[in-house]
């Protein structure tokens, strides 16, 4: 799996022309959703991974009448201009997206077409995908995304060796955490890898622990725009818990002048200076690419811990739940694009996505998994993922982009002590939600 794609905040310029013409694709770029051209363009995010996404648009064009085109956007510009062309003549038919608050403004501005009709005609757009995961793309109890793409659930990794030497198995509760976190300070090394410099690694901490404590309800009253729900005693807790974990020296003293992004984080780990990273899945991979004979060996994973009297089902899981297909509403092509969709849980679908690491979220994912790379990997994942109950978006893409930024400064000065509890709780009560 690749390395998680961070998301800009929305800009909005007024380039639209030329934002257009820079498409770059297997497509032309022209043409659209209200510039009718005979065609449905599908627009996604620029990377390796469009091999795949050809090879569908291939598939789909060898039996339909009504032609798609991939168009594409190099990934460090993808929302930007996304953003741009959304409500011109040129935006697309179909778009890619990460559900949750990175369609909410467009939900809003009603630009996207709920997909109750097509579901109606065709159940299996719903049914053929994990509950955790499809839900991630309904707003406001309407459906607006087909999931595409693969699971990027968020785990605890861990050096074995490292580990076995300060004779500690990885944790399933919170106290378990904690006393990790003692006996490997008393070997010498940092107990937990934290690319604090990055700032959403960090992020990943309150969401996982802030669930486990309160369950997935607080979060949501909160992204629906009831700020009270920073002020509950849950909350509260979490941080508290959260502030033991950095004074107890978890993450060492200078976790802010490392990054994930750099391979700083994972070279901590792998090293052997290091014990543990909460990160998303990709990380197995990135081990792979920058250390390949640790991830063979050395590299382990759990699930996030439990927390004692907490809320939350311990099975939850938090992270980066799929990306989405997305349709606008004018689109002149709705059949053509429902039948597009179908194949988003198809055996071809499915069997691609696995073939270059991708772990797809479909009820039939299961039967291939025996096929995948990394078999063993991928099925603690799925099975992770499907026996989830609740599958928390992360706070970050959850949100609206336009609250990405301040969000991220509250979490980084709580973490650094430079806000107390209070603090933080003010900050999140004034971040945008819509």
Same mark, same amino acid.
């Given at each position: 799996?690749?390395?998680?794609?961070?998301?800009?905040?929305?800009?909005?310029?007024?380039?639209?022309?030329?934002?257009?013409?820079?498409?770059?694709?297997?497509?032309?770029?022209?043409?659209?959703?209200?510039?009718?051209?005979?065609?449905?363009?599908?627009?996604?995010?620029?990377?390796?991974?469009? %091999?795949?996404?050809?090879?569908?648009?291939? #598939? /789909?064009?060898?039996?339909?009448?009504?032609? =798609? *085109?991939? +168009?594409?956007? @190099?990934?460090?510009?993808?929302?930007?201009?996304?953003?741009?062309?959304?409500?011109?003549?040129?935006?697309?038919?179909?778009?890619?997206?990460?559900?949750?608050?990175?369609?909410?403004?467009?939900?809003?501005?009603?630009?996207?077409?709920?997909?109750?009709?097509?579901? %109606?005609?065709?159940?299996?757009?719903?049914? #053929? /995908?994990?509950?955790?995961?499809?839900?991630? =793309? *309904?707003? +406001?109890?309407? @459906?607006?995304?087909?999931?595409?793409?693969?699971?990027?659930?968020?785990?605890?990794?861990?050096?074995?060796?490292?580990?076995?030497?300060?004779?500690?198995?990885?944790?399933?509760?919170?106290?378990?955490?904690?006393?990790?976190?003692?006996?490997?300070?008393?070997?010498?090394?940092?107990?937990?890898?934290?690319?604090?410099?990055?700032?959403?690694?960090?992020?990943?901490?309150?969401?996982?622990?802030?669930?486990?404590?309160?369950?997935?309800?607080?979060?949501?009253?909160?992204?629906?725009?009831?700020?009270?729900?920073?002020?509950?005693?849950?909350?509260?807790?979490?941080?508290?818990?959260?502030?033991?974990?950095?004074?107890?020296?978890?993450?060492?003293?200078?976790?802010?002048?490392?990054?994930?992004?750099?391979?700083?984080?994972?070279?901590?780990?792998?090293?052997?200076?290091?014990?543990?990273?909460?990160?998303?899945?990709?990380?197995?991979?990135?081990?792979?690419?920058?250390?390949?004979?640790?991830?063979?060996?050395?590299?382990?994973?759990?699930?996030?811990?439990?927390?004692?009297?907490?809320?939350?089902?311990?099975?939850?899981?938090?992270?980066?739940?799929?990306?989405?297909?997305?349709?606008?509403?004018?689109?002149?092509?709705?059949?053509?694009?429902?039948?597009?969709?179908?194949?988003?849980?198809?055996?071809?679908?499915?069997?691609?996505?696995?073939?270059?690491?991708?772990?797809?979220?479909?009820?039939?994912?299961?039967?291939?998994?025996?096929?995948?790379?990394?078999?063993?990997?991928?099925?603690?994942?799925?099975?992770?993922?499907?026996?989830?109950?609740?599958?928390?978006?992360?706070?970050?893409?959850?949100?609206?982009?336009?609250?990405?930024?301040?969000?991220?400064?509250?979490?980084?000065?709580?973490?650094?002590?430079?806000?107390?509890?209070?603090?933080?709780?003010?900050?999140?009560?004034?971040?945008?939600?819509?």
């Amino acid at each position: 799996m690749k390395t998680r794609a961070r998301l800009p905040r929305l800009i909005a310029t007024g380039a639209t022309l030329a934002l257009a013409l820079s498409l770059s694709a297997c497509g032309d770029g022209n043409g659209g959703a209200s510039a009718d051209d005979g065609k449905i363009h599908i627009l996604v995010y620029g990377d390796a991974t469009n %091999k795949i996404e050809k090879q569908i648009v291939d #598939k /789909f064009n060898e039996t339909s009448d009504v032609k =798609a *085109v991939l +168009d594409t956007i @190099p990934g460090a510009d993808y929302q930007k201009k996304l953003q741009t062309i959304i409500s011109t003549p040129q935006a697309p038919d179909v778009f890619f997206n990460w559900g949750g608050g990175s369609i909410k403004p467009f939900v809003k501005a009603d630009l996207l077409l709920p997909l109750d009709d097509f579901i %109606k005609k065709n159940p299996e757009l719903e049914s #053929k /995908f994990l509950p955790s995961v499809f839900n991630n =793309a *309904v707003v +406001d109890g309407k @459906p607006y995304g087909i999931p595409m793409r693969g699971t990027q659930p968020v785990l605890l990794f861990h050096n074995k060796n490292v580990l076995k030497k300060a004779g500690v198995q990885p944790p399933k509760t919170w106290d378990e955490l904690l006393n990790a976190v003692d006996a490997l300070k008393d070997e010498g090394v940092t107990p937990i890898a934290l690319g604090g410099g990055d700032v959403w690694p960090t992020q990943m901490w309150f969401q996982y622990l802030f669930d486990r404590i309160a369950g997935p309800e607080l979060f949501a009253k909160a992204i629906e725009g009831d700020k009270s729900a920073w002020e509950a005693p849950e909350s509260k807790k979490a941080l508290k818990m959260i502030r033991e974990l950095v004074d107890a020296g978890a993450f060492g003293k200078n976790y802010d002048s490392v990054k994930y992004t750099n391979g700083g984080s994972v070279a901590l780990v792998a090293q052997g200076k290091a014990g543990f990273e909460l990160m998303g899945s990709w990380y197995y991979s990135q081990q792979l690419t920058d250390h390949p004979d640790f991830a063979e060996k050395g590299l382990g994973y759990s699930a996030f811990p439990t927390v004692e009297g907490g809320k939350g089902d311990p099975k939850n899981v938090a992270g980066n739940t799929n990306n989405y297909y997305s349709v606008l509403k004018k689109t002149k092509h709705p059949e053509a694009v429902a039948k597009f969709l179908e194949l988003m849980y198809s055996d071809e679908f499915v069997k691609a996505q696995l073939d270059v690491g991708n772990l797809t979220t479909t009820t039939n994912t299961d039967e291939f998994i025996e096929t995948s790379a990394t078999p063993e990997y991928s099925r603690f994942q799925y099975d992770l993922v499907a026996n989830a109950p609740s599958f928390q978006l992360s706070w970050d893409q959850a949100y609206p982009q336009s609250a990405a930024s301040d969000m991220h400064k509250a979490i980084q000065q709580f973490f650094n002590g430079q806000l107390d509890a209070d603090g933080f709780i003010k900050a999140m009560q004034a971040l945008p939600t819509e």
